[in-house]
């Protein structure tokens, strides 16, 4: 049974810094049949799920226009965990944020690893408030 749980949410001032975590339990990442992208989605109240960052399973990141140079992805395969350091936050940051896995098809682009689609597991969510 795979289990994704986020942690590290919290309330910061404009330009302060957060890091989430992602701890994924049942995700087999050392199969040779089956490939894992991961990836962290945000909602705001009356929005939609947007993706902001994910990794694939070679190591390649894509990122939301929004948070470039500002927001880094990080992958730890032997403790099944994903990472989201976020600088220079915005109040347009607020939002709920989701950590996401799925299994990899075999022919996909850098964009859809930012679509819901892409996966299939989903965390509850932890929250981020970033004040002005």
């Known amino acids: 049974q795979v289990q994704l749980v986020e942690s590290g949410g919290g309330s910061v001032q404009a330009g302060g810094s957060l890091r989430l975590s992602c701890t994924a339990s049942?995700?087999?990442?050392?199969?040779?049949?089956?490939?894992?992208?991961m990836g962290w989605f945000r909602q705001a109240p009356g929005g939609e799920r947007e993706g902001v960052a994910a990794?694939?399973?070679?190591?390649?990141?894509s990122y939301a226009n929004s948070v470039k140079r500002r927001f880094i992805i990080s992958q730890d395969k032997t403790k099944k965990m994903l990472y989201l350091q976020m600088n220079s936050l915005k109040p347009e940051d607020t939002a709920m944020y989701y950590c996401?896995?799925?299994?990899?098809?075999?022919?996909?682009?850098?964009?859809?690893?930012?679509?819901?689609?892409?996966?299939?597991?989903w965390g509850q969510g932890t929250q981020v408030t970033v004040s002005s």
């Open positions: 049942g995700l087999n990442f050392d199969s040779a049949d089956i490939t894992i992208s």
């Open positions: 990794i694939d399973s070679d190591g390649s990141r």
């Open positions: 996401a896995a799925g299994e990899e098809p075999d022919v996909y682009d850098d964009q859809d690893l930012l679509t819901i689609n892409h996966y299939r597991y």
